[in-house]
């Protein structure tokens, strides 16, 4: 929305003074393909649209800088925490750029602008980093009284710009917000409910957690928010090997599915993740040893706590961004940049002074940045020589078909790669069942479909065990398991619920009688 009322403005303003915003140029094509125009500059959307993701990433670099020298509070570490994320590999940074540029991924980039319904599952992990740090002592409580306010404003906000769309109340997000509040407020009378101070501590988590659950359940219930999939319910179906349809559309998907083995490995090759391992060892170690003196000497070190927040806080999101990175390989796109800032650390004197009291801290950078640069050079040229065209006939083909021979009010209906409403999914995809063409048919009927478009590939599309479209269905609908695929029948003759009327080497466009 943001970009699209930058793109408008821009070309208001451009047209307004006459002034040329794109170029264009006629492209000719080898036979059977026409000639088709092509265009570059501001002007066009795509080259816009493009343009301000590139501009998006840079400012993700000035953040890296600006986190950088929070942490290590010198201007020092920016440098090291920028080069370990220029240097990884396409497969590690691909998650963190180009994912703008696709309409299943785009939606999931939270950094450097949260601003959609998906970014709960990030803002609900800070609140859950923030809240045992407020319990245990690191942040005082006004201070985070003021970040809970704050972030209840933003549940507001984003509730109206989104059109009073409420799924965003009733996520976890928000209820963990309601139950910090209440524990805030009530903290002197859960305070009497402990004997001791680990006691306390014990007694607020379990509160926030189980408080937290129950009232997301209830506002899903008084909202009536139930068609929709969210984060929670995917991890739920990796740990207890729970399966539906719903869960298996995502999970089957390469992206959700569990990271590849070969990441850890890149990570290793540019030292970000020795280095990465070694910070986080000596946190948790200085964490651990902090709050035993603490629990054992009553509030003594207090202070001390408090001046180490900000590593307990990037700490703790790393660990949660790791967690959902392996049981979900598409949200390594939070892991990377995470771990290129944690990496500024090895500057820390506060964690590797007894290294820099015998070695010279800057050939210990140097001595890193050397050893990145080394597999980044081969990381950057592999990505340069990526050199190629987009090239989709059949695609073309089908829109060239809706363009010309589809009314603008006509509805066409087809396989999508990341659903999102679970009822109108599993409608959509019944093509893909052993569903009888007439119920199917009715169903596609109640959405006032006039065209559905098939794709027969996924009529025999297997990505691994259990994940063929029939193969779901058989889960979903055991019912029908006998009888014969649907998709193959309409294959060989859609009569008489439908009616062939597009086909080529991919797609198959069926009316709907």
């Given at each position: 929305v943001i970009i699209a009322s930058c793109y408008r403005t821009l070309m208001g303003i451009m047209n307004l003074f006459g002034l040329e915003t794109k170029t264009c140029w006629n492209v000719t094509r080898l036979e059977p393909l026409n000639e088709i125009q092509s265009c570059e500059g501001l002007g066009d959307p795509a080259c816009f649209y493009v343009g301000v993701i590139f501009i998006l990433n840079g400012v993700m670099m000035g953040l890296f800088f600006i986190y950088s020298t929070y942490l290590r509070k010198v201007t020092r570490a920016n440098k090291l925490s920028q080069q370990s994320y220029r240097v990884q590999d396409q497969h590690a940074k691909i998650s963190c750029i180009s994912i703008y540029c696709t309409e299943q991924f785009r939606k999931e980039m939270k950094k450097p602008?949260?601003?959609?319904?998906?970014?709960?599952?990030?803002?609900?992990?800070?609140?859950?980093?923030?809240?045992?740090?407020?319990?245990?002592?690191?942040?005082?409580?006004?201070?985070?009284?003021?970040?809970?306010?704050?972030?209840?404003?933003?549940?507001?906000l984003c509730f109206i710009l989104m059109f009073g769309n409420p799924m965003y109340l009733s996520s976890y997000y928000s209820s963990s917000l309601l139950m910090?509040?209440?524990?805030?407020?009530?903290?002197t009378k859960i305070q009497r409910l402990g004997a001791s101070e680990l006691n306390f501590w014990l007694i607020q988590g379990c509160i926030w957690w189980l408080g937290t659950i129950i009232l997301k359940f209830l506002t899903s219930k008084i909202l009536g928010v139930s068609d929709h999939i969210r984060l929670s319910d995917l991890i739920a179906a990796r740990i207890l090997r729970y399966t539906d349809f719903d869960t298996l559309i995502y999970t089957c998907a390469p992206e959700f599915d569990f990271m590849e083995k070969a990441t850890p490995l890149r990570y290793t090759k540019t030292l970000l993740l020795p280095v990465v391992v070694v910070i986080t060892y000596l946190i948790f170690k200085k964490i651990v040893r902090d709050i035993l003196c603490v629990l054992s000497k009553n509030t003594y070190l207090r202070k001390q706590l408090l001046e180490n927040g900000e590593l307990v806080f990037h700490t703790l999101q790393l660990v949660a961004f790791t967690a959902l990175a392996i049981l979900i390989m598409k949200l390594k796109m939070f892991l990377t940049p995470h771990m290129c800032i944690m990496a500024s650390l090895i500057c820390s004197r506060r964690l590797f002074g007894w290294l820099f009291s015998r070695v010279r801290f800057e050939n210990v950078i140097f001595g890193i940045l050397t050893v990145m640069s080394i597999q980044g050079c081969i990381n950057l040229h592999n990505q340069w020589s990526?050199?190629?065209?987009?090239?989709?006939?059949?695609?073309?083909?089908?829109?060239?078909?809706?363009?010309?021979?589809?009314?603008?009010?006509?509805?066409?209906?087809?396989?999508?790669?990341?659903?999102t409403f679970r009822a109108r999914t599993k409608i959509v995809y019944s093509a893909y069942s052993r569903k009888s063409a007439r119920e199917v048919r009715d169903k596609l009927l109640e959405l006032h479909v006039n065209y559905y478009i098939l794709e027969e590939a996924w009529c025999v599309v297997r990505t691994k065990p259990g994940c063929s479209m029939l193969e779901i269905w058989d889960v979903e609908d055991p019912s029908n398991a006998a009888n014969p695929s649907l998709c193959s029948i309409l294959l060989k003759d859609a009569r008489p619920y439908f009616t062939t009327v597009f086909q080529n080497s991919m797609y198959r466009v069926l009316k709907v009688n």
């Open positions: 602008i949260l601003f959609k319904i998906a970014s709960e599952r990030i803002t609900y992990l800070r609140i859950a980093s923030l809240f045992p740090m407020y319990v245990v002592g690191y942040i005082e409580s006004y201070k985070f009284q003021k970040i809970i306010y704050m972030n209840m404003i933003s549940v507001l910090t509040w209440v524990i805030i407020l009530k903290r990526i050199i190629g065209e987009f090239n989709n006939l059949p695609q073309e083909e089908l829109i060239q078909w809706i363009k010309y021979y589809t009314r603008p009010g006509n509805q066409l209906f087809g396989y999508i790669c990341i659903p």
